[in-house]
């Protein structure tokens, strides 16, 4: 099983549409979230971190479930810029604490 | 000028040779890391290393060496390139704060391995 597992792209959907990624992670240890973005094979960029209380950056929310281990990314009224692959990415503790482990993606394209 | 940069852009090599991919930072982390990502896959961890004197095998070590020549500079070697190492390569680097650790990513290396 991999460590950080995403649901398979590609997405595509409407501009203006409700589009929402799901995530799931095998480490119970793992304690730092964050979706990164990708666009057309140039390097990631962190989008957001994703915290135990769930958190909002403008249409973008994220979600955290410790129990489930599962992390989720919603992105409302989608634009056409918002396509790209969004990387799932989990971070280990300890002498782990700088490594982060990557979902394989999940391709969004936002259609006029 | 970028933060992290990478060196070459593009590269066409052929089976056997060696190849060095270089990567620079201007950010003053101490932390600096080299993944590879194939069509389909997440990226995947070759090395790493959170200060000049620290280098940490990831996933996939094998067919790689690494050299970490100053806080800056984090170069990644095949020492015997293959057909199968072709593939976009990254070098990121972080301020090492810990488990909110942000990585900065380079441009990405491509290469292809005749």
């Known amino acids: 099983r991999k460590e950080v597992e995403q649901d398979p792209g590609p997405f595509n959907v409407p501009e203006g549409a409700t589009v929402a990624f799901n995530c799931t992670y095998s480490n119970s240890a793992s304690q730092s979230f964050f979706w990164y973005r990708q666009d057309c094979r140039k390097e990631p960029k962190l989008l957001m971190s994703v915290y135990s209380s769930g958190n909002e950056d403008g249409r973008f929310t994220a979600q955290l479930n410790r129990a489930s281990q599962y992390i989720s990314l919603l992105i409302r009224d989608s634009k056409l810029s918002d396509s790209a692959t969004y990387l799932c990415?989990?971070?280990?503790?300890?002498?782990?604490?700088?490594?982060?482990?990557f979902g394989q993606g999940t391709e969004l394209s936002v259609k006029p | 000028d970028a933060d992290v940069t990478q060196t070459p852009r593009n590269r066409i090599t052929k089976t056997g040779k060696r190849i060095m991919l270089e990567c620079s930072q201007t950010k003053g982390h101490d932390r600096m890391y080299w993944y590879r990502q194939d069509p389909g896959l997440g990226l995947q961890l070759i090395y790493y290393s959170f200060d000049v004197k620290d280098i940490n095998k990831g996933e996939i070590s094998d067919g790689y060496s690494v050299s970490r020549q100053a806080q800056a500079k984090f170069s990644l070697s095949l020492e015997s390139a293959i057909p199968n190492q072709t593939a976009l390569y990254f070098c990121?680097?972080?301020?090492?704060?810990?488990?909110?650790?942000?990585?900065?990513f380079g441009p990405g290396t491509r290469l292809t391995v005749l």
């Open positions: 990121a680097t972080s301020g090492g704060q810990g488990v909110t650790d942000t990585q900065y």
């Open positions: 990415v989990v971070n280990g503790r300890g002498n782990q604490g700088g490594k982060l482990i």
